[in-house]
């Protein structure tokens, strides 16, 4: 374990950035709608509210399609979280979900390809925007929250839960970012947390992928406290019997049924150096010339099945999402939140490529997992390209407006 030791300071990085607490201040798809009934309908039924003594509890509630997260569920939670900031009987919020498998799978990125085959491009946006306000806004929650991630963990879901104060990850808890893949690339604050991770870690989970296990995800400092599955109801139960908005009895309670645990042997964290080195490169092509070179030269299986995933996923999705960590490493959280819109809008214009849907498609609608990026080569994809990702949008379309002035006066 001596290896793993400074892997650790991601929580006090966050916090350091702004994106965990702030010092010196208190405390599958559905069905066819018009924009209107989408933000409404069953508002309530997605998103639940559990009150105790001197907090509050939203739960996300679609376990049948592992809480993906939808337009009317960012905005629900975004009107939970301001009223529950502003009272002052609340001391702090906590944040968990319904069902065995998943705390949030992301973004419900089936019911944004059928809204956007429908036409309803504008509620894709609102998604987005409301999505995004709310990562901010809980990454500068004036009151402590707590997390609890237990099962999946994938793209947004982490969003919603990792900018916290305290995140709780499990035995069952699964995290990774898998927008690449699908043609996308990682938003929901992805480039700002990946980025801050050690080393070249961000770049290897979001050009590949690969997962994370909770005992990881306490290691590299994505989450601050592990418990046993069997222990969240005494925990959830003690919880909810604090009266309290100090973050020190909070941080106590937890740490009273968490668990001591390490990485096992097979953990990818054990290869850190190796990841760094293979990693570190400017441009996605020398990253799989490095890996082609290493799986060529020792016969290592897990560096060719990197490779063999780097080059599965559009090029283009590949080269943004590289960049996106690679900016976010020198970027507030607002600023990454802005960037990752401008990325996100325009993935959804299909001016530049359909890489999207077509992932979206093959992946998780027709299921022939035989998706036809287009451009199809890293070397079709010019610099050029990549810039109009990150270019401010058009004169009609603005950009994210986020309440920075407001949260964060000093800034």
């Not at 994505?222 to 599955?229: I, N, R, V």
């Not at 401010?392 to 309440?403: A, H, I, M, Q, R």
Request: hydrophobic content about 40%.
């Amino acid at each position: 374990m001596q290896k793993l030791k400074f892997l650790v300071p991601l929580s006090r990085c966050l916090r350091r950035n702004g994106a965990v607490s702030r010092q010196g201040r208190s405390f599958s798809a559905l069905p066819n709608y018009t924009q209107h009934d989408y933000l409404q309908q069953d508002e309530a039924k997605f998103v639940l509210v559990e009150g105790r003594a001197n907090s509050r509890a939203a739960i996300l509630n679609r376990p049948t399609v592992l809480n993906a997260v939808t337009a009317h569920m960012a905005a629900r939670l975004n009107k939970l979280y301001d009223s529950w900031e502003e009272n002052s009987s609340i001391g702090f919020v906590l944040l968990k979900a319904s069902g065995d498998r998943a705390f949030c799978s992301g973004t419900d990125v089936v019911d944004l390809y059928r809204l956007l085959d429908e036409g309803k491009t504008e509620v894709c946006k609102e998604l987005f925007r409301s999505l995004y306000k709310f990562v901010y806004v809980l990454g500068t929650y004036l009151k402590p929250h707590v997390a609890i991630m237990d099962g999946v963990v994938m793209g947004a879901g982490a969003g919603i839960s990792l900018p916290g104060m305290f995140r709780v990850v499990t035995d069952r808890t699964v995290f990774s970012s898998p927008e690449v893949q699908l043609g996308f690339h990682p938003d929901a604050g992805a480039s700002y947390y990946l980025s801050r991770l050690p080393g070249y870690l961000g770049e290897y989970l979001a050009l590949t992928g690969e997962k994370l296990n909770g005992a990881e995800m306490m290691a590299c400092g994505l989450a601050t406290h592990y418990s046993l599955k069997e222990k969240l109801p005494w925990i959830e139960e003690r919880l909810g019997s604090l009266i309290t908005d100090v973050p020190s009895v909070i941080e106590s309670s937890l740490a009273q049924y968490g668990t001591l645990v390490h990485p096992d042997e097979r953990s990818v964290l054990h290869k850190i150096d190796m990841i760094d080195s293979l990693f570190c490169h400017d441009t996605v092509e020398e990253i799989v010339e490095a890996l082609e070179n290493k799986a060529t030269e020792s016969g290592d299986k897990w560096c060719a099945n990197l490779l063999h995933k780097i080059k599965e996923a559009p090029p283009l999705s590949s080269k943004i999402a590289l960049q996106s960590i690679r900016e976010g490493r020198f970027e507030t959280l607002d600023q990454c939140l802005a960037r990752e819109y401008r990325a996100s809008l325009t993935f959804i214009s299909k001016d530049f490529s359909n890489d999207f849907i077509e992932g979206v498609r093959a992946r998780l609608i027709e299921k022939d997992f035989a998706p036809k990026w287009g451009p199809s080569k890293l070397e079709e994809v010019s610099d050029d390209m990549v810039a109009a990702f990150f270019s401010p949008l058009s004169e009609v379309e603005p950009d994210l407006n986020l309440p920075v002035a407001v949260r964060e006066p000093d800034v």
